[in-house]
């Protein structure tokens, strides 16, 4: 349901919006040019933290693509340690 909210919130900004439905289709978005990225943490395990690392290091250096991660309450600011800390260029 966020991805629909956030898409619509957009639209009538005149903004262009794609909600993935999963996570290999996040990972073909950011291959052809997203131009940025809001995530609902529980899309994102162990796994999936590995393979968007791996497609946001496969970028060119000059490349800055944002990134929006939406947390619940509790242990949010786990969440974005560990997703910071996974996503932060070597």
Do not use: N, Y
């Not at 900004?13 to 990972?27: N, P, S």
């Not at 162990?46 to 970028?59: E, M, P």
């Not at 991660?69 to 340690?81: D, K, V």
């Amino acid at each position: 349901r966020d991805a629909q909210v956030i898409c619509e919130s957009l639209a009538q900004r005149g903004l262009a919006c794609r909600a993935c439905h999963d996570f290999a289709e996040l990972l073909r978005e950011i291959g052809v040019g997203a131009g940025a990225i809001v995530v609902a943490e529980e899309a994102l395990g162990r796994r999936s933290l590995k393979a968007l690392a791996s497609a946001l290091g496969a970028q060119p250096p000059w490349s800055d693509l944002p990134f929006v991660l939406l947390t619940g309450s509790g242990e949010a600011a786990l969440a974005l340690e560990r997703t910071v800390s996974a996503l932060r260029p070597a």
